[in-house]
């Protein structure tokens, strides 16, 4: 089966700076990449997800890559702002059934 | 959690009772699935169903029963309740368009 790793599990940045946030995936066939913020006591929401058939997706400060040969994809949020404080999760699965494997998720406190 | 809802929100149930949770979606969805957390471990798929009638295993089935009754319910069913079941349980509803995960229901088993 798919097996996805994250990192880092904890991310500490000031306000205003940029943080970044990696995948990889282990199934060639994973074809649907989609990250998740969780606020405390709440479902994951999806924020922004990416296809395989392109490499960037942009989404005002939120930007995802995806590197299909390398087997990675990497969430990019800008201009970092304390309502971006949460848990994000990363997933990967196929558009044939969007069965999704998560990452073991990223914690990021934006620094006042 | 628009359009996702579960119950209960909260339960505790000894080791060996058996209970049901419930998810509806109103967004007309095919696709539903049932998800655990854990703490450090992310989200895993208990089941999932493509549609009405139909469910699959997911990576983590074992102690668990699903039942798709009709496109809007789907519900997850622990008929002997053990202490390694004690996790947040989240429903999903997803089509190629948009999903939606439910609040979650946090379950205790002692």
């Known amino acids: 089966g798919e097996n996805v790793e994250q990192h880092p599990s904890t991310l500490s940045v000031q306000e205003g700076d940029s943080a970044v946030i990696k995948c990889t995936y282990s199934d060639s066939a994973s074809n649907y990449f989609p990250w998740y913020k969780q606020e405390l006591g709440k479902g994951p929401q999806l924020i922004i997800d990416?296809?395989?058939?392109?490499g960037e997706k942009k989404d005002q400060r939120i930007a995802v890559t995806l590197n299909k040969t390398a087997k990675h994809f990497s969430l990019h949020i800008t201009e970092t702002q304390p309502e971006d404080s949460a848990v994000y999760f990363c997933a990967a699965g196929s558009t044939n059934d969007y069965k999704l494997s998560f990452g073991a998720g990223t914690t990021v406190t934006v620094r006042a | 959690n628009a359009g996702v809802t579960q119950t209960p929100k909260f339960q505790v149930l000894k080791t060996g009772q058996s209970m049901t949770l419930q998810c509806a979606q109103d967004?007309?969805?095919?696709?539903m699935y049932w998800y655990r957390q854990d703490p450090g471990m992310g989200l895993r798929l208990i089941y999932y169903?493509?549609?009405?009638?139909?469910?699959d295993k997911g990576e983590v089935p074992n102690g668990y029963n699903v039942s798709r009754l009709n496109k809007r319910e789907f519900s997850l069913r622990l008929e002997s309740a053990a202490p390694s079941q004690t996790s947040v349980y989240f429903c999903?509803?997803?089509?190629?368009?948009?999903?939606?995960f439910g609040p979650g229901t946090r379950l205790t088993v002692t």
């Open positions: 169903s493509a549609s009405e009638g139909t469910t």
């Open positions: 990416i296809r395989s058939n392109v």
């Open positions: 999903a509803s997803i089509s190629a368009i948009e999903q939606y």
């Open positions: 967004m007309n969805h095919n696709s």
